[in-house]
């Protein structure tokens, strides 16, 4: 079955400093589809990223970056700089090509950026 | 004119009562999901529809039902209300088949149930 797992809970940073945060995935298929969602305080979930399990290069969009990594089932995301509107509850999720596009979600992370 | 609304945001009700919330997308998607979220749970599926026809549980089902009236609807019901059922519901919508494309979520509707 799978399975998806943030292990952090919260993480409270001061701004400027970089935050990285982990998401580590269990499946048994070969083929799946790891992303990230932002959700801000208003509430609303936001798309940020979707990585297919073949594709192992890091992706870099501005001040985030992911981090792919097979070998340690892990997808982790790093956001550089931070910035108080960075502040939010990030969500890991994961389909598997053979639960069509069923999404498990990982706890989320509640990440507080301070001034 | 947001892509997938939900009605109502905000609902408080009583232990057995009927709840209905109510989905609705603009984006022709064929997909749509109702969600639960629940402090340090995330979120978990409740029911999909790959189309009008086509309607599945997903992990929580028990005590919730749905109805795919339209392509652009969906509607979640709790048929008698139980305080558990406290949470935020989530919509949302994704295109064709493919596991990878992204779901499209709405603004949630936040119910008590006292």
């Known amino acids: 079955a799978q399975k998806v797992t943030q292990a952090q809970t919260e993480i409270s940073v001061v701004e400027k400093e970089d935050v990285t945060l982990d998401c580590v995935y269990e499946?048994?298929?070969?083929?799946?589809?790891l992303f990230w969602y932002k959700q801000p305080p208003s509430g609303e979930l936001v798309f940020l990223i979707r990585?297919?399990?073949?594709?192992?290069q890091n992706e870099i969009s501005g001040r985030y970056s992911w981090n792919f990594q097979k070998s340690t089932s892990s997808f982790n995301f790093t956001i550089t700089a931070s910035q108080v509107v960075d502040s939010a509850v990030y969500f890991c999720?994961?389909?598997?090509?053979?639960?069509?596009?069923?999404?498990?979600f990982g706890e989320g992370t509640q990440l507080t950026v301070n001034p | 004119d947001a892509d997938v609304t939900q009605t109502p945001r905000n609902r408080i009700t009583k232990t057995g009562k009927r709840i209905m919330l109510e989905c609705s997308q603009t984006k022709g998607h064929d997909r749509m999901y109702w969600y639960r979220q629940d402090p340090g749970l995330g979120l978990q599926l409740i029911y999909y529809?790959?189309?009008?026809?086509?309607?599945n549980k997903g992990e929580i089902s028990d005590g919730y039902s749905v109805s795919r009236q339209a392509q652009a609807k969906f509607s979640l019901s709790l048929e008698s209300a139980i305080p558990n059922q406290t949470a935020l519901y989530f919509c949302?919508?994704?295109?064709?088949?493919?596991?990878?494309?992204?779901?499209?979520f709405g603004p949630g509707t936040r119910l008590t149930v006292l």
């Open positions: 499946t048994r298929d070969t083929t799946y589809y």
């Open positions: 529809s790959f189309d009008v026809k086509d309607i």
């Open positions: 999720a994961l389909s598997e090509e053979t639960s069509g596009s069923r999404l498990t």
């Open positions: 990585r297919n399990s073949f594709d192992e």
């Open positions: 949302a919508t994704s295109a064709g088949t493919a596991p990878y494309n992204e779901q499209f």
